[in-house]
């Protein structure tokens, strides 16, 4: 059984970075495809950014590029997100998550493709 445990959120000023973690167990992070998700106040759960299982390949939904990178550490079997330059808009609940399978590339940004997800870490961006 797979379990996901998010960590890394808290409280950054504007313009701030975090680095948010992943720790997977019961399966090794390379043989799956992971995503990061987040979830505003008042919003529906959005997509962040994805890193697939085959060849590592990662994608960040176009609104946060060149701010979020993902990435995956095999040695300590997290797939993290660092968050640079954090806007107030960046404000959400960012959750975890984990396929199995190697998604095709229109369904990375689908919540229901995923398999199992972390409880979630609280990312505040505030003066």
């Known amino acids: 059984q797979v379990q996901l445990v998010d960590s890394g959120g808290g409280l950054v000023q504007p313009g701030g970075s975090l680095r948010l973690s992943c720790e997977v167990s019961g399966r090794t992070v390379s043989t799956l495809s992971m995503a990061w998700f987040r979830q505003a106040p008042g919003k529906e759960r959005e997509f962040a950014a994805a890193?697939?299982?085959?060849?590592?390949?990662?994608y960040t939904t176009n609104s946060l590029k060149g701010r979020f990178t993902v990435s995956r550490e095999n040695i300590k079997n997290t797939a993290d997100l660092q968050m640079n330059g954090l806007k107030p808009e960046d404000v959400a609940i960012y959750y975890c998550?984990?396929?199995?399978?190697?998604?095709?590339?229109?369904?990375?940004?689908?919540?229901?493709?995923?398999?199992?997800w972390g409880q979630g870490t609280q990312v505040t961006v505030s003066s």
């Open positions: 890193i697939k299982r085959t060849g590592g390949t990662t």
């Open positions: 998550t984990a396929a199995t399978g190697n998604p095709i590339l229109s369904s990375l940004w689908v919540a229901s493709t995923y398999h199992y």
